[in-house]
């Protein structure tokens, strides 16, 4: 199947995918109205019945009329919610209707797919197996760097990718800079030097207050559950932008995006559940198709880093003072142990965040954790200060720790070579 028709059945899927939504809240907003309706009902019914015996019967005939006015528009508004349901259920059966009718008639040979979800499965399958072909169809290339090692290995990889379909022109590396009361130092930086060395554009988005900001306005934490932290520092910042870069493509035709994002499945049962490559139905419209893809889904840890050591990439050396991930300083979902490794960083680098993240805690009376305080973390923290002494690490330990001596070493030579 070509590709062109490829995207086109996405954005068809896209399409039904919403109009179906739009039914279902539809659906749900008139049983709202209908309950509603019949409250006001009863509690007309119930002022009627009292009316007679009221001791006031004037001052209850305005009452039952204000109730009786309420029912009449609650019952107006109710048909209204009628109506809405049966306009969006034949718009998600046309729609419905013509994608099956279409993927039939493209895939016919081979189709195996009859519903929705398994059309939208296999096209983006074929699509997720054919970067190449993916990235010279696509308008614009967005490469989500937070500077870690899964966005360097994706970043590799693209360029890479890019190179061969003839496309780094259309790349765009965006970094959010969630400020330094929020981030380890030189993270954004480091972002631009993994972008310049491919030679691509570089864009930081600054995403106002970082966590300390976000939290000191909400007087809360966000959690595993509710991640306003990711949704409003990260996602929504990225997202404005991407639907600006569309809109200056000013294309007739509907532009198709493809937003990258180093995730992996075995970084966390959540994130094995997602998927190579998906519709990004928040952002896609009529105007723009947002295709969602995770390059590096599949690899390894291991993989990564042997690809940064073979690669020679660049990596952030709080990697090397054994921080798993260069997330947020204090990131919420980081686990009791690397918090307390983090305090002991920052004080090692002689960074006043510790202090600063235990002070808000205290401040705002919400614990960081349900299983664990900021101040727990650093009570540790300061205990195992008074035990071993000042953390030390060295230039190469994540590679030792990973892979071998003789990986880093090899590393290390390369990266001096280079600089
Ligand atoms: S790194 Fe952690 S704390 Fe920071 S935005 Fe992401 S989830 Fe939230």
Redesign the pocket.
């Known amino acids: 199947m070509e590709i062109t028709t490829r995207l086109h059945l996405l954005d068809l899927v896209r399409r039904a995918q919403q109009a179906t939504a739009a039914h279902t809240a539809a659906v749900r907003a008139a049983a709202r109205a209908a309950t509603a309706t019949a409250q006001a009902r009863a509690h007309a019914d119930e002022l009627a019945q009292q009316r007679p015996t009221a001791q006031d019967p004037e001052q209850a005939s305005d009452e039952l009329d204000e109730a009786l006015a309420e029912y009449a528009d609650r019952l107006r508004r109710l048909q209204s919610a009628k109506n809405k349901v049966a306009r969006t259920f034949l718009a998600a059966r046309t729609t419905n209707r013509t994608l099956s009718a279409s993927y039939a008639r493209h895939a016919r040979g081979h189709a195996r797919a009859t519903s929705r979800d398994e059309i939208a499965a296999d096209l983006l399958d074929e699509l997720a197996d054919t970067p190449l072909e993916m990235m010279d169809a696509a308008h614009a290339i967005l490469v989500q760097s937070s500077a870690g090692k899964d966005s360097l290995v994706m970043l590799h990889r693209i360029a890479t990718w890019a190179e061969k379909a003839g496309c780094l022109h259309k790349v765009v590396v965006i970094h959010i800079d969630?400020g330094e009361e929020?981030e380890w130092p030189g993270v954004r930086e480091l972002a631009q030097r993994q972008a310049e060395r491919y030679g691509l554009r570089f864009h930081v988005l600054h995403a106002e207050g970082g966590?300390l900001g976000l939290v000191e306005k909400r007087g809360m934490w966000?959690d595993a559950a509710r991640?306003l932290?990711?949704a409003t520092?990260?996602r929504d910042v990225a997202n404005k932008l991407l639907r600006q870069i569309a809109a200056e493509l000013g294309l007739d035709a509907q532009a198709v995006i493809l937003n990258c994002m180093g995730i992996r499945a075995a970084e966390s049962p959540a994130r094995s559940k997602k998927q190579r490559l998906a519709i990004d139905m928040r952002t896609s419209a009529n105007s723009r198709l947002v295709l969602t893809w995770h390059p590096i889904f599949e690899v390894t840890d291991r993989d990564i880093w042997q690809e940064i050591a073979t690669r020679a990439l660049e990596y952030h050396p709080v990697y090397d003072a054994l921080i798993p991930r260069l997330?947020?300083v204090?990131?919420?979902?980081?686990p009791f142990a690397v918090l307390v490794r983090a305090a002991r960083l920052c004080w090692a680098l002689g960074l006043p965040l510790p202090a600063r993240y235990r002070d808000l805690e205290a401040k705002i009376g919400h614990r960081f954790k349900q299983s664990h305080s900021l101040a727990e973390v650093y009570g540790e923290a300061e205990r195992l200060e008074r035990e071993e002494g000042p953390l030390v690490w060295n230039r190469g330990d994540a590679l030792r720790q990973h892979l071998c001596d003789g990986a880093a070493d090899n590393y290390l030579a390369r990266i001096a070579l280079a600089a």
């Open positions: 969630l929020s966590l966000p991640r932290c990711t520092l990260k997330s947020c204090f990131c919420v979902l980081a």
